[in-house]
C-alpha cells in the first residue's frame, strides 16, 4: 500500500515538473542566460514538489503503455511552453518600442547583448526590456506569472489533448497585442521625430549653405533622450498594465 501511494505522488511530480519546466524554459527572468540551468531546475523541482498536494487532486491514472506516459508529458511540457511564451511575447512589446526609439533617435546602429531576450537589439531595446523586468519583480508581477502556471490546471487539466488550434489562435493575437501597444507607446517619439525632420527640412531650404547633418544627428538623440525623460514613468504604468491584465485572464476566479 505505501508503494503504491509512493508511486503515484512521483507520477504527479513528474507531471507537475514538467509543466513547470517547459515554462520556465521560456518565461521571461528565470529563462534568461544569466541564470544558471541548474536554478532553473532546481526552482522547477521545488515549486512542483510544493504543488503536488495543491492540484493533484484531478490528475489521471498512471498510463500502463509507455507511448501513453510519453504523449501525457510531452502535452504538460507543451502548456507550461505555452504560458512561457505568452510571458515573453508580452514582454516583447518593449522590444518593439526600443526599436522604434532608437530608429527615430538615430540610434539603430548601436547593438548590444540582451540576455533576457538572449538576442542582439539596440542599446535602448536592452534599457526598456530590462527595466520592464525589474519593474516586474519589484511590482510582485512575478508572482502573477507563477500564479496563472499554476491555475492553469483549472484550464487545461492533465491528460487531456492541448487545445493546439486556441493555442495558436491566441498566440497570434498575442503577438498582435504586443506589437500594437509598443507602437502606441512609442507614438509621441514618432510624431516627435516627423516634427523634428520637419524643421530640419524646413532649414534646409531656407538655408542651403548650412551644414544640416552635423547638426540634426546629435540634435535628434538629445530632443529624442529629453522626451524619454519625460515619458518614461508613463510608459512603465501602461506597460504594468497590459501585463497584468494579460495574465489576469488565466487566473482562477
Known amino acids: 500500500m505505501l508503494s503504491d501511494i509512493f508511486t503515484f505522488n512521483i507520477f504527479h511530480f513528474g507531471l ?52 501513453e506516459l510519453l504523449m501525457l508529458l510531452g502535452g504538460e511540457i507543451l502548456i507550461g511552453f505555452f504560458f512561457g511564451a505568452l510571458m515573453m511575447i508580452m514582454l516583447s512589446a518593449m522590444q518593439v518600442l526600443g526599436m522604434i526609439i532608437a530608429f527615430v533617435a538615430s540610434l539603430s546602429n548601436a547593438f548590444s547583448f540582451d540576455a533576457v531576450s538572449q538576442s542582439q537589439s539596440s542599446v535602448i531595446s536592452t534599457f526598456f526590456v530590462n527595466l520592464a523586468m525589474v519593474t516586474i519583480f519589484v511590482t510582485d508581477l512575478h508572482h502573477l506569472m507563477l500564479s496563472a502556471v499554476v491555475d492553469s490546471y ?53 538655408n542651403p549653405q548650412f551644414q544640416i547633418y552635423f547638426v540634426a544627428m546629435p540634435a535628434q538623440i538629445m530632443v529624442t533622450i529629453v522626451m524619454l525623460t519625460f515619458t518614461i514613468s508613463a510608459i512603465m504604468m501602461v506597460f504594468l498594465q497590459y501585463y497584468q491584465k494579460g495574465l489576469i485572464g488565466f487566473l482562477e476566479p
Not at 532546481?42 to 498536494?53: N, T
Not at 498575442?174 to 521625430?193: D, M, N, Q, R, Y
Open 154 to 206: 483549472t484550464l487545461f487539466a492533465p491528460g487531456q489533448l492541448p487545445p493546439i488550434g486556441d493555442f495558436a489562435e491566441f498566440m497570434s493575437r498575442t503577438v498582435a497585442g504586443s506589437f500594437k501597444i509598443g507602437v502606441e507607446l512609442a507614438a509621441p517619439f514618432i510624431l516627435l521625430s516627423f516634427g523634428f525632420q520637419l524643421a530640419m527640412g524646413l532649414i534646409s531650404r531656407l
Open 16 to 67: 507537475i515538473f514538467a509543466r513547470m519546466s517547459g515554462a520556465f524554459i521560456v518565461m521571461p527572468g528565470i529563462s534568461a542566460s544569466f541564470v544558471p540551468v541548474r536554478i532553473r531546475l532546481l526552482f522547477a523541482l521545488m515549486l512542483a514538489l510544493i504543488l503536488v498536494p495543491v492540484v493533484s487532486h484531478n490528475f489521471p491514472p498512471f498510463p500502463i503503455h509507455p507511448l
